[in-house]
Each structure stands twice: as C-alpha cells, then as structure tokens.
C-alpha cells in the first residue's frame, strides 16, 4: 500500500520563488494535515483539513496556504519562500474509524529556502 | 493549550538494557489520545504505541511499553531489550477530544543504541 505520497522529496527554492507541495493519500481517509519539523522543535502543525471542503490554520500558518483539492489530495503552498521557511515538511492523514485515531505521515520533504 | 515537554532531549543505552524516555503533558481535557513515534535517519514517522487517556491498563506494544499516569499527565515510553535498530528521535505527541484532531508533539528525545 502507497499510504500518503509526498513530492518532492527534496527542493532548493530562492528567497520570494513560489512553490507547491503534493501530498496524496489512498487510505479513504477524511482528515489531513501538514506539519514542518525543525530541528530542536519536533513537528508543528501548519494547517489541517478535518473533511473534504474545510481547512483551518493551526500553530505555524503564516506564509503558507493550502487546498483540499479532493478527499483524496491536499496541498501546501508557498507563494513567497523565505529563508525561515527551510524546514521538512511532513504531510499525515487519519481517520477516526474504530477509535483508533492514528495519524499516517508521508516520507517528508526537505525545503532550503536560500 | 495543550503542551508536551521531553525533558530529556538525548539519551544513550546498552544493547540489551532498557530505557525509559520521558514526556508530560498539560491540557485540561478529560479525553485524549497518547502516543509515540520513532523518527530514525531515514526521516519516516513510525507509530510506536498509542494510549487512550479513559483506558487504566498500559500499552504495550512488543518490546515496548507505557508507563501512564493520568493524575500526574505523565506518559513514559520503555523499551525493554534495547535493539541497534531502535536508535531514532523518538517523540511523544498528545491527541485532544474525541480524536481525528492535529496532533501535539513534544520536541523529541535522540535515543542512541550503543553495541
């Protein structure tokens, strides 16, 4: 099984350079989520879709934004990168199905913002 | 808000020995979900274990195994017959509500396995 696939893996942006991350998941989840994890922060969340059609912000938004493009796909997007945007960039879903509430995360991407 | 502290951000222990990592928690919520995960170089997030705060009895997964006090908002992670492959980041993330909720993470304890 696939799981969540993220891509790129790994990218070089220049300071003010746009760029889209893809995350996908194959589970039939409802929930999605991205985090960023620096070193010495553990992961924080970024932004999250609970269902299809809604997104909220969450610890860390600023100069990010996101689409929930289907059930299936959710996407991070840097219109302007900034230096202070290198960071990985881990993508997750979960569902609530039989209480579990476990969150399944993507391989990550590596972003240096030079 | 809630928080998670790792007050220990490394750790080292022998083959075959056992360790014990350290998270607590604030939140004032009466339900939530607990958990670890393991971050080797590979960079992939590994479920090692969950908790649910109404359940008394610890999880155990395998080798390891939690050690949850509630009153306290403590939830330590042991990992008994310590293995080369478990030399990872582990972190421990909180859950709040009735779940499918974003995750809190603590900043994580680097877990070296030494031969």
């Known amino acids: 099984n696939a799981g969540v696939t993220q891509t790129p893996k790994f990218q070089v942006l220049k300071t003010g350079q746009s760029m889209t991350l893809q995350c996908a998941q194959d589970m039939n989840h409802n929930s999605m989520y991205w985090y960023r994890q620096d070193p010495g922060m553990g992961l924080r969340l970024i932004y999250y879709?609970?269902?299809?059609?809604?997104?909220d912000k969450g610890e860390v938004p600023n100069g990010y934004n996101v689409s929930r493009l289907n059930k299936r796909e959710f996407s991070l997007r840097l219109e302007s990168a900034a230096p202070s945007q290198t960071s990985v960039y881990f993508c997750?879903?979960?569902?609530?199905?039989?209480?579990?509430?476990?969150?399944?995360f993507g391989a990550g991407t590596r972003l240096s913002v030079l | 808000a809630q928080t998670v502290t790792q007050s220990q951000p490394e750790m080292s222990v022998q083959e075959a020995e056992t360790v014990t990592l350290s998270c607590t928690y604030d939140?004032?919520?009466?339900?939530?979900?607990l958990f670890w995960y393991k971050q080797p170089p590979s960079r992939q997030m590994i479920l090692v274990i969950r908790q649910e705060a109404y359940k008394q009895q610890n999880a155990t997964e395998n080798r390891f195994s939690v050690n949850f006090q509630k009153a306290a908002k403590s939830f330590s992670l042991k990992i008994s017959d310590s293995q080369l492959g478990d030399t990872a980041m582990y972190f421990c993330?909180?859950?709040?509500?009735?779940?499918?909720?974003?995750?809190?993470f603590g900043k994580g304890t680097r877990l070296s396995v030494i031969a």
């Open positions: 879709s609970a269902s299809e059609g809604t997104t």
């Open positions: 939140t004032s919520e009466s339900n939530y979900y």
């Open positions: 993330a909180f859950m709040r509500g009735s779940g499918n909720t974003p995750l809190v």
């Open positions: 997750a879903s979960s569902e609530q199905l039989l209480a579990k509430n476990i969150q399944y």
